[in-house]
């Protein structure tokens, strides 16, 4: 019963999750292209 709803919860996540990204990929990418550049960065850093 647990995994069931587990695998709901998830399923859920993931159609929210693309809803978000499909809608606002415009406004996300540059976040994401940031994020990347600090990923890249960092670790040069340290």
């Known amino acids: ?3 069931l709803l587990n695998l709901q919860l998830i399923m ?3 159609v929210i999750i ?7 990929s ?3 990418s540059p ?5 990347l550049k600090l ?4 670790p040069a850093v340290m």
């Open 18 to 24: 693309t809803l978000l990204y499909s809608g606002l």
């Open 39 to 42: 990923l890249t960065i960092l």
């Open 1 to 3: 019963m647990d995994t």
């Open 12 to 14: 859920l996540g993931i």
């Open 26 to 28: 415009f406004l996300v």
């Open 31 to 35: 976040f994401l292209f940031l994020s």
